[in-house]
């Protein structure tokens, strides 16, 4: 069982930047590949990035490719989202996520989710 909970969210003004932070309960958090999700009012939700159990490889959504950077440190039991160049349609709720697998991108490969962060940028 791991139990997620994210921080981090709030709002920025576009250009700016923020980090998402998940905090992972659970002896297997390292077994896991995370990534994180996104899903914004009358939009379904969306793969936005992840990471391999060790923090050494990384994928992304092309809309946040070059500006997003996905981490983790299995010491703290923590994955992050570092967020540059925030612009308005990257307003969601971000959600991190237990992946059953390295490479998904969908829903269904999703074991655990958190709770969500929400990140709101003024145009």
């Known amino acids: 069982q791991v139990q997620l909970a994210e921080s981090g969210g709030g709002l920025v003004q576009a250009g700016g930047s923020l980090r998402l932070s998940c905090a992972a309960s659970?002896?297997?958090?390292?077994?896991?590949?995370m990534g994180w999700f996104r899903q914004a009012p009358g939009n379904e939700r969306g793969f936005v990035a992840a990471v391999n159990w060790s923090g050494g490889s990384t994928y992304y959504d092309d809309s946040v490719k070059g500006r997003f950077t996905i981490s983790r440190d299995s010491a703290k039991n923590t994955e992050y989202l570092q967020m540059n160049s925030l612009k308005p349609e990257d307003a969601a709720v971000y959600y991190c996520?237990?992946?059953?697998?390295?490479?998904?991108?969908?829903?269904?490969?999703?074991?655990?989710w958190g709770q969500g962060t929400q990140v709101t940028v003024s145009s």
């Open positions: 996520a237990a992946l059953t697998y390295f490479g998904a991108r969908t829903l269904h490969a999703v074991e655990y």
């Open positions: 659970g002896r297997t958090f390292s077994n896991h590949a």
